[in-house]
């Protein structure tokens, strides 16, 4: 079976770091993406994990461990544009799986 | 780059009518994606293409649902027998090469079944 999981919701504060968690069970694996959402718009790409370790890209940088099945984003200097949903997807074959998303709410 | 784009945006119809979406991908990606998003929910995968190959289907996928891709550029998905459960988000990506590349995804048709 396929099973992503990430938190719901997170709150943060302008200007601090967030770590948005998410593990996974998938049968097979070919490389983790994370995506940003903002309300009603379209999915845009952000980080890509297919080796162990961390992949830093501006304020945002994603880690992977493939043992564990786990990877999060992390999220610095926090801006109000920030507030988002962020999807955690896996590619066990040429699709991607996609989890819940976790919509993180940046208050002043 | 002009990015994916979908038309149309919104669609309102009646239970047990058809209806059909059109994707354009970014001109020189050779794959297509056809994702479903509901409120809340991640986008689930629906269908996909290598240029105008469908090599998989989800078994989301009833056959209500029809995707074409008759030349490798534009795609069509298709939905007979409209039913309420078939309101969602449509979402369609493009991606180049092997499926390592991100995804682009484009804003998505929205259906609303009355």
């Known amino acids: 079976g396929q099973n992503i999981d990430q938190p719901t919701e997170m709150t943060a504060t302008e200007g601090a770091i967030v770590q948005i968690n998410c593990t996974y069970q998938?049968?097979?694996?070919?490389?983790l993406f994370w995506y940003q959402q903002h309300a009603g718009e379209a999915p845009t790409f952000l980080s890509y994990n297919v080796l162990d370790g961390l992949e830093e890209k501006g304020r945002f940088s994603s880690f992977l461990s493939r043992s564990k099945g786990y990877s999060y984003l992390l999220l610095k200097e926090l801006q109000m544009k920030d507030s988002a949903s962020y999807l955690c997807a896996v590619r066990p074959t040429d699709k991607l799986i996609f989890g819940t998303g976790t919509r993180l709410q940046v208050f002043p | 780059d002009t990015g994916v784009s979908q038309n149309p945006r919104h669609k309102i119809t009646k239970r047990g009518q058809n209806v059909t979406f059109r994707c354009d991908p970014i001109?020189?990606?050779?794959?297509l994606y056809w994702y479903r998003q509901t409120l809340g929910q991640g986008p689930e995968f629906l269908t996909y293409?290598?240029?105008?190959?469908?090599?998989?289907k989800s078994r989301l996928l009833s056959d209500r649902f029809s995707a074409e891709r008759p030349k490798g550029s534009f795609s069509t998905l298709e939905i007979q027998r409209t039913e309420q459960g078939d309101s969602a988000m449509y979402l369609c990506?493009?991606?180049f090469g092997r499926g390592n590349q991100p995804q682009h995804f484009g804003d998505g048709t929205r259906l609303s079944i009355l």
């Open positions: 990506a493009s991606s």
């Open positions: 998938t049968s097979g694996f070919n490389g």
């Open positions: 293409f290598q240029n105008e190959a469908q090599l998989e």
């Open positions: 001109s020189e990606h050779n794959r």
